[in-house]
């Protein structure tokens, strides 16, 4: 099966320092990648959407100038957080889709296995 | 920001018992749903989906139903094991690939 790779699993930083997570489709191209945001005990929370060669589309309340998009392949997403301050520990995962017309018979959404960050 | 205090609705099973997690959806428009489940520290990971023109569909020890009329979903599992132990979310498609998730429900599974 498709697989999605994200990476680090795990980072710890200092409070004003800037962290970048990468998700990598590893069998598959992806056009559109996306980027939640989960707080423990709470659901996923979309932050933006990724496209291939063209700006992030970020949802309401988050800000594009903290949360930096770099989508440069079609199997490489990556978000920068940047100036991380301790509110903004959580777990960060992406997900991947294949890409092509409308229709969820035979695409379905691949998850990364999330990037836990803590900021002291 | 985070809610203080707050925390997912949780159902505790004996293993071998059948397990019924609900869910209710906003968007009378979705036409695609899907269960996920996920464990702790790690990603979502896809257990089965259902298209609007349908209302049940089964997988293996996984059933899931739909009432579009009252906007619910639920996924049975049959058999309950101590690995189903996880967090279940919903989730819709409201939108081209856009999935919205709904809360979650912890299930404890004990042996």
Known sequence: GAVVSQHPSRVICKSGTSVKIECRSLDFQATTMFWYRQFPKQSLMLMATSNEGSKATYEQGVEKDKFLIN???????????????????SFYICSAHPGGVRGWANEKLFFGSGTQLSVL | ???????????SVQEGDNSIINCAYSNSASDYFIWYKQESGKGPQFIIDIRSNMDKRQGQRVTVLLNKTVKHLS?????????????????????????????????????
Do not use: R, W
């Not at chain 2, 920001?1 to 159902?11: A, C, K, M, N, Y």
């Not at chain 2, 996924?75 to 979650?104: H, M, R, W």
């Open chain 2, 75 to 111: 996924l049975q599992i049959a058999a309950t094991q101590p690995g189903d132990s996880a967090v279940y979310f919903c989730a819709e498609n409201s939108g081209y690939s856009t999935l919205t998730f709904g809360k979650g429900t912890m299930l404890l599974v004990s042996p």
């Open chain 2, 1 to 11: 920001g985070e809610s203080v205090g707050l925390h997912l609705p949780t159902l």
């Open chain 1, 71 to 89: 989508h440069a392949s079609l199997t490489l997403s990556t978000l920068t957080v940047t100036s991380a301050h301790p509110e903004d520990s």
